[in-house]
Structures are given as structure tokens and as C-alpha cells.
């Protein structure tokens, strides 16, 4: 698809070199009307890159830097800048923080890799994208009765790795935390949900709970 105008300018930020560094050449072979002119991994890194501001940024939700997302998005806005945000977590009440903030677009990183250059030139256009399954997501969330507990950010995090099989040493290491903290974290996930009412005692348990809750999606 050719733009007869000149090309989207696009700026990417993760925090996941090697993803920074498929995606940006993804992109770049993907669409004839997209020019990647930066692929930062910090936010700072963004504000300051000479090209800024640039149309759209394709935003990780989940950089490690304690900078509410509602900040950024709002930062972006005030420069004219769309916003996409990419996330590992589809869960709901994220997705809608996220679009009240003024976010166009979220994707979940582990879906079709093409849906990104249509969120892209969505948000372009100053229209909102998300996924056929985001939508089912958020539908069907809106009309259950909300019985899972709230969890922090950081335990959506620990129970999505831990619930995708990564050992505690490996939840801990991803996240740059010690492996009691990523323990204490379990403890607290797991009595939050008995609290509700739910046994995720077992690894088994809390995986199906994390499906089910929209805090990791279903594999094949």
C-alpha cells in the first residue's frame, strides 16, 4: 500500500533489543508508506531523539521505568504524536486505562505480526485498533461480574511468566528482581486469589486462572 502523501514517520520503543531490532526490520519490509526514523529502548531516549516528534510511536507498554503509561500518552498528545501501544498482558482493565489515556491502538506482542502496520496507519489516520480477540476480551469482560481480584502490575507480570512455565529463578531474572521477592510476589498473587474464592495453589491452577483472567493468552 503506497502513500501518495509522504511516508507515516514512525518511532519505536522497547525495551527488547532483539525485538527493537526484528521489528524495525519487519517494518521497514512491510510497508512502502512507513519510515521507521528511531528505535530507542527507554523513553527518555524518545523525547530526545533528533526525529522527534515523529506521526506515531509503537510504545511498549511494559518499559521498566516506573513512568505511568497515562504520562506518557499525554506527553505524546501535546507534541501531536499518535500513540500504539504494545503489550505481553491482554487484560482489560489495561487495554481500557490505556484507550481513556488517548492510546489508538494496543496490540498483544504474541499476535499476527501484520495487524502492527494496520494499528499503525490507523492511529495515523486518528482512528482506534485493537485486535478481533482484544475486542472479544473486552466485551466479554464487561459483562461478567468482575470476581478476580486487582493485581499490581509487577504481580500481572510475575503471574503471566510464572503461568507461561518460566521457572521462579527465571520470573525473577526477567524482571530484575531477587528470587525470594518473585517468591513473596507468588504468595501474594496466590492468597489474593483465595480471597476471591479461587485455588491456584498449583502452577497448573494458576496458568488456567491467567488464561482465563486474560493475563496470559491461551497457546497452542
Do not use: C
Not at 73 to 89: P, R
Not at 135 to 157: C, H, I, K, T, V
Not at 194 to 219: E, F, N, P, W
Amino acid at each position: 500500500m503506497t502513500n501518495n502523501h509522504r511516508p507515516i514517520r514512525l518511532a519505536l520503543v522497547d525495551d527488547h533489543r532483539m525485538l527493537l531490532g526484528a521489528l524495525t526490520e519487519w517494518i521497514r519490509g512491510a510497508a512502502d508508506d512507513i519510515e521507521m526514523v528511531a528505535a530507542v529502548t527507554t523513553w527518555p531516549e524518545l523525547l530526545t531523539h533528533p526525529e522527534f516528534p515523529v506521526d506515531v510511536v509503537l510504545l511498549d507498554l511494559d518499559l521498566k521505568d516506573n513512568i505511568p503509561v497515562s504520562l506518557k500518552i499525554s506527553t505524546l498528545k501535546t507534541t501531536g504524536v499518535k500513540t500504539v501501544l504494545m503489550s505481553t498482558y491482554s487484560e482489560p482493565a489495561l487495554v481500557r486505562e490505556a484507550l481513556a489515556a488517548g492510546a489508538l491502538g494496543y496490540l498483544v506482542k504474541s499476535e499476527e505480526a501484520s495487524m502492527i502496520v494496520d494499528a499503525i496507519r490507523a492511529a495515523y489516520n486518528g482512528k482506534s485498533y485493537i485486535s478481533a480477540e482484544l475486542d472479544y476480551a473486552l466485551n466479554s469482560s464487561a459483562n461478567d461480574d468482575g470476581g478476580s481480584p486487582r493485581l499490581s502490575a509487577q504481580e500481572r507480570r510475575v503471574m503471566a511468566l510464572y503461568g507461561a512455565g518460566e521457572p521462579v529463578k527465571a520470573v525473577a531474572y526477567q524482571l530484575g528482581i531477587s528470587e525470594e521477592t518473585a517468591k513473596s510476589y507468588l504468595k501474594r498473587i496466590r492468597e489474593k486469589y483465595r480471597l476471591a474464592g479461587y485455588d491456584v495453589g498449583t502452577k497448573v491452577a494458576l496458568r488456567k486462572r491467567a488464561i482465563h483472567d486474560g493475563i496470559l493468552l491461551q497457546t497452542d
